[in-house]
């Protein structure tokens, strides 16, 4: 008897241990970021420069992550948006394509501040009990979707039965998201790949092709990838969650403390650099497309940023109970365990 081609994908899948033993998997994640933030704090490893002129940010090449996509691109052109806030301050820019990586690096004190997902920011806070990272601003809602492939038939939660949906990364924020609304629709998924579907963790370069082969069903991704799912595999969007946060921009405690005046500067370097890529969406737009050429060498086509940016709700309000929703989303999937009360997450100059 032949398989099917997502039995197929799912086979691949598992000999490649992406959904084989996931739990276990997710906690030998967070268990290397824990001792990685140890072995720094313990070991005195990259010191805290109080005197350092240099902030260290970084951000993804996501339309999601447009901020550090616009200020990045002024930087390369030499008209820096958080430079002229600080003079005498240099800005050194950081790509990183997982939350995890992205958390990492400011465990490592290699990054000062970086725009990230809500899920890696909130597994960092929780892995670090609440020391290491704090929240600074809202960057963007929503611009991510659940999108299914033209062909898959599926038109409700009840098709997904038995069916593979792909996902960027384990337990990363459109992840979490995913399990969180099959779980809303009566579904059961499980983190070892059993129940009634499967959430499969694909790299959102990958997502494109899988679909094309009839590998997977659907894939609950970010933009750029859902415009580019529409225009090259036809896929449609089943949902949508506008108001979902999406972006943060958050910082490690050491440099915050040694420098409560920069991040005070640099917040309102960010929340204006939002008001500007509001009031300019076409500026802005031109600069994300040169920038995301220059970071994935591969041409990104004017076309698909435009439509991205319609699904993108720029802001720099922090949303609290937004992110205590995807807290107790991200716990009833069995992504999360105990959390610090999430006051304590957001930034106060005075402590």
């Known amino acids: 008897m032949s398989m099917s081609r997502e039995t197929r994908h799912t086979s691949s899948l598992t000999r490649t241990g992406f959904s084989a033993s996931m739990r276990r998997m997710l906690k030998r994640l967070f268990s290397c970021l824990l001792l990685v933030l140890m072995l720094f704090i313990t070991n005195g490893c990259n010191q805290e420069n109080p005197d350092s002129k240099v902030i260290r940010i970084g951000g993804f090449p996501n339309v999601t992550h447009v901020q550090a996509l616009v200020a990045r691109n002024m930087s390369r052109h030499g008209e820096g948006w958080f430079e002229r806030y600080l003079p005498g301050y240099s800005i050194e820019w950081y790509t990183y394509n997982a939350g995890p990586t992205a958390m990492e690096a400011l465990f490592g004190r290699t990054a000062d501040l970086t725009y990230v997902g809500p899920s890696p920011a909130l597994n960092a806070y ?131 403390k040694n420098h409560p005046q920069e991040a005070a500067i640099i917040i309102r370097a960010h929340r204006e650099l939002t008001q500007w890529i509001i009031d300019n969406p076409e500026a802005a737009q031109a600069r994300v497309v040169e920038e995301l050429t220059q970071l994935t060498q591969a041409p990104m086509e004017p076309e698909l940023v435009r439509s991205a940016w319609a699904r993108l709700n720029l802001t720099d309000t922090i949303d609290l109970p937004g992110l205590e929703q995807f807290v107790k989303d991200a716990q009833e999937a069995g992504l999360l365990d105990r959390v610090p009360p999430l006051d304590g997450m957001l930034y106060k100059q005075d402590k």
Do not use: H, Y
């Open 126 to 256: 929780a892995v670090s009990a609440g020391r290491e990272v704090r929240l600074l601003a809202g960057a963007v809602n929503g611009g991510a979707a659940l999108m299914v492939a033209p062909d898959s038939g599926v038109r409700e939660a009840a098709d997904f039965k038995g069916r593979s949906i792909a996902t960027p990364q384990l337990g990363n924020t459109q992840d979490v998201s995913c399990r969180a609304w099959l779980t809303r629709q009566g579904l059961v998924c499980t983190l070892e790949g059993g129940g009634d579907c499967r959430v499969a963790p694909t790299p959102n370069s990958m997502q494109l092709q899988l679909m094309k082969q009839g590998d997977i069903a659907a894939c609950w991704t970010v933009e750029p990838w859902v415009s580019t799912l529409e225009k090259l595999a036809g896929a449609r969007i089943l949902v949508q969650e506008p108001d979902v946060v999406t972006t943060v921009l958050v910082g490690r405690v050491g440099w915050l």
